[in-house]
Each structure stands twice: as structure tokens, then as C-alpha cells.
């Protein structure tokens, strides 16, 4: 059956942000995309408006119209590569919240929702992508950045370019029932969201935790490029500014309150790590690199397991939180000279 214009504007207006009219126009995976992100964050569903057109021109295409663009390789598509790597760092950062409990996270968990994040956006419209190789590039760069989590970032850069590498025309499929088509998307919404609701209702305070830190993380790795510094602090604290300029106190200001006190929180987790590196190392706060590098020598030599026999457990302990906090220092000060 022949899809509307009318119609699609109408489902687009109606429930666009959860994807009605892509569900309409049979582009399954963008309708969920758009169930899992609220529309791209609402920008990505307010572009479609001008889009909406060549969506329901793509839906009536015929089938004999498709098939012959199978042996081609669609263009290469900057905005699909860049969502590409932000729905890729999503799915990561969503994981990273609710799955990170599981001892093989950071070799299997991780890489597989980055992965699938990637391979959502390749899904969209009338492309795809090959599932093995993106897959494999991001297990491929998993271990290097293994335990940070920062690996988030070069698994979704890997696998993006992996998928558009590998990038084609999707074939044509038979038709398939409204019936099946949504028990699909109900259980991809549901494997997504049910693990996410369980970390912030029945563990709130690991959650939190889990979201300071890797909060932290970024942004104790952008400090290396001060460009992107500015940028990453200037996206945190944009809700809150908003707030300011709208001047509203009735308009949603304890969720813009909230923000800022999670963005406090960040900034306060940084300066504490480092007042607790500053302590194992038994250095004041504002100690030279050299204090920092003679303490760190010392202390290594005391608390190396080969040097404690007869107590390997304790002398490891001590010397992995020795380690930790001399790369924290040293993170810090270059950061500063840079």
C-alpha cells in the first residue's frame, strides 16, 4: 500500500519523537533509534520535517527500483558517520551504567553496545552494514583500553569506520506483519531500557557513582585539549545557563539545579582524587614533580610484592594505589603545562 504525505506529517507531528511515522513508512530501525534516543534528542526529529518527502518516496519505491542499487555502495555520508559515533558513545555510556557490574564487561559488554549502537545508525533508512567486521573492529579495540572508561570513544571511532567501510544497500525483504514488526522493537526497547531502569530505581547510589566517574573520566581526558575542554564543560553546564538567561525560577528548576550540582559534583571528584593520590603518596598539596617522582620511587621499592613474601596480598594492594596515584599526578601536571 502506497504511504501518505499527509499522514506522515500528521504521525511525524504527533509522536515523532518516539518514531510513529518511521514505524508507518516501514524504517524499523530508525523508529527505534528514535524510541531510544527521544527523536535525537528532539533535533534530529525537528530536521526531519524537510526530510519527510524523500522518506516517503524511498517507502514507495518498488521493489524492482531497489534491487537494482543492491551491487551499489551508497555515498559516503558525513552526518550518518558522525551519528554514527555519538549513538555509538551512548549506547557505551548506557551500558557503562547498567551493565558494568558484570565481570567481562570491558571485553564483551562494552564492545557489543557500542557495537550495536554503530550498527543501528548504519540500519537507517535504505542502507546497512556488514554485522561481523563492525563487531569484530570494536572487540578488536576493546582490550587496548581496557578498565577506562574512556574506551567508549576510539570503540565507537573504530567501529564507525569500520561500518561505513563496509556499507551497502540493504536487499529487499518480503512484507512482514505490523504484529511481528513491533514485538521486535518491543524486545530490542526493552533489553535496552529494563537494565537502565534497574541501575537508577533499585541501585541509585552505584549509579550515581558509576555516572560521576565516567563523567570524570571525559573530562579529565579532554583537559588534554584545551579546545575540547572548553567545549565538553561548556555542553554540561549549557542546561543550567539556559535556565539563567530564560530567568523562569517555576520553569524546571530543580532539574536545572540538579544539573549543576552533578557538574559540581564532577568538578569536586577530580580535585578529590587528587587530594587522595597527594595522601598515598604522602605528599602536602602543590608538591614539585620531584618530590612526586623521589616518594613514588621510594614507596614502589618498599611495597614491591617481590620485596613481601610474607605478605604479597597487602604489599600488592599498596603498590597498585601507589601506581594509581603517582599516574594521577602526573596526568595532572601535564595537563597543566599543556
Keep these: 500500500m502506497a504511504k501518505g504525505l499527509l499522514v506522515t506529517y500528521a504521525l511525524w507531528a504527533i509522536g515523532g519523537p518516539v518514531g510513529l511515522h518511521h514505524l508507518y513508512l516501514g524504517r524499523d530501525s530508525h523508529a527505534l533509534l528514535w524510541m531510544l534516543t527521544l527523536g535525537g534528542g528532539g533535533l534530529g526529529w525537528l530536521l526531519e520535517f524537510w526530510k519527510l518527502p524523500s522518506f516517503v518516496a524511498q517507502a514507495n519505491q518498488a521493489r524492482r527500483q531497489r534491487k537494482n542499487h543492491e551491487e551499489l555502495i551508497p555515498s559516503l555520508s558525513p552526518l ?16 557503562l551504567i547498567s551493565l558494568s557490574f558484570m565481570t567481562s564487561f570491558y571485553m564483551v559488554g562494552l564492545p557489543l553496545a557500542v557495537g550495536l549502537g554503530v550498527l543501528l545508525v548504519a ?37 564507525s569506520i569500520t561500518a561505513q567501510r563496509h ?48 563523567l570524570g573520566s571525559f573530562l579529565y581526558w579532554f583537559t588534554f585539549f584545551p579546545v575540547f575542554s572548553c567545549i565538553m564543560e561548556s555542553i554540561l553546564i549549557l542546561p543550567y545557563q539556559i535556565w539563567l538567561l530564560v530567568e523562569n525560577p517555576g520553569f524546571g528548576s530543580i532539574s536545572f539545579q540538579e544539573w549543576e ?10 580535585d578529590e582524587k587528587q587530594q587522595l593520590a597527594y595522601q598515598v603518596l604522602g605528599l602536602s598539596d ?5 618530590e612526586i617522582n623521589r616518594s613514588y620511587r621510594e614507596l614502589v621499592k618498599i611495597w614491591h610484592p617481590d620485596h613481601n613474601r ?24 601535564k595537563s597543566r603545562h599543556s
Design 286 to 290: 602543590g608538591a614539585t614533580s620531584d
Design 310 to 333: 610474607h605478605q604479597v596480598e597487602e604489599a600488592q594492594r599498596h603498590f597498585l594505589e601507589i601506581q594509581a596515584a603517582y599516574e594521577i599526578l602526573s596526568k595532572s601536571r
Design 167 to 214: 556499507r551497502r544497500y540493504k536487499a529487499p525483504l518480503g512484507a512482514e506483519t505490523l504484529t511481528l514488526r513491533l514485538y521486535r522493537l518491543g524486545l530490542a526497547y526493552l533489553a535496552f531500557t529494563v537494565p537502565v531502569a534497574y541501575s537508577i530505581f533499585c541501585n541509585m547510589a552505584a549509579t550515581l557513582q558509576c555516572v560521576t566517574e565516567t
Design 80 to 95: 550518518r558517520f558522525v551519528a554514527q559515533i555519538l549513538v555509538g558513545i551512548y549506547f557505551g555510556f548506557v551500558a
Design 261 to 270: 550540582k552533578l557538574f559540581e559534583f564532577v568538578r569536586s571528584f577530580q
Design 123 to 159: 540500519t537507517v533508512g535504505n542502507q546497512t552494514s556488514d554485522f561481523k567486521s563492525t563487531l569484530g573492529a570494536a572487540f578488536f579495540i576493546s582490550p587496548l583500553f581496557y578498565g577506562r572508561p574512556i574506551a567508549i570513544l576510539p570503540i565507537s571511532l573504530a567501529a
